[in-house]
């Protein structure tokens, strides 16, 4: 009966565990830099499936390397790396 309750309190440990249990989320988003003006379109890994965290995340990250985060454009899976890998180029999880 121990060895239950402890395979059960250690599976409700890792399902609340947001770094693991979001390790596949991604977002695309465009970002700028002033003066000059420079434009990007980027995908980054995010520890958030939620579009609003995901947004804070990005936005901290993005400003560390002097970047302004314009908007996100989505939040999704694995399943949706390969077709944004060419139009992200060089952003491609990047940051």
């Given at each position: 009966?121990?060895?239950?309750?402890?395979?059960?309190?250690?599976?409700?440990l890792i399902?609340?565990?947001?770094?693991?249990?979001?390790?596949?989320?991604?977002?695309?988003?465009?970002?700028?830099?002033?003066s000059p003006?420079?434009?990007?379109?980027?995908?980054?890994?995010?520890?958030?499936?939620?579009a609003g965290?995901?947004?804070?995340?990005?936005?901290?990250?993005?400003?560390?390397?002097?970047?302004?985060?314009?908007?996100?454009?989505?939040?999704?899976?694995?399943?949706?790396?390969?077709?944004?890998?060419?139009?992200?180029?060089?952003?491609?999880?990047?940051?």
């Open positions: 009966m121990k060895q239950i309750l402890k395979i059960v309190g250690l599976a409700a399902a609340a565990s947001p770094g693991l249990a979001a390790a596949d989320c991604y977002a695309d988003y465009k970002a700028k830099q002033d003006l420079r434009l990007h379109y980027g995908v980054i890994q995010v520890t958030s499936c939620s965290q995901a947004s804070t995340e990005i936005s901290a990250r993005l400003q560390a390397a002097g970047w302004t985060l314009l908007n996100v454009i989505s939040v999704f899976g694995p399943e949706g790396l390969q077709e944004r890998k060419a139009d992200a180029g060089p952003y491609y999880l990047r940051f």
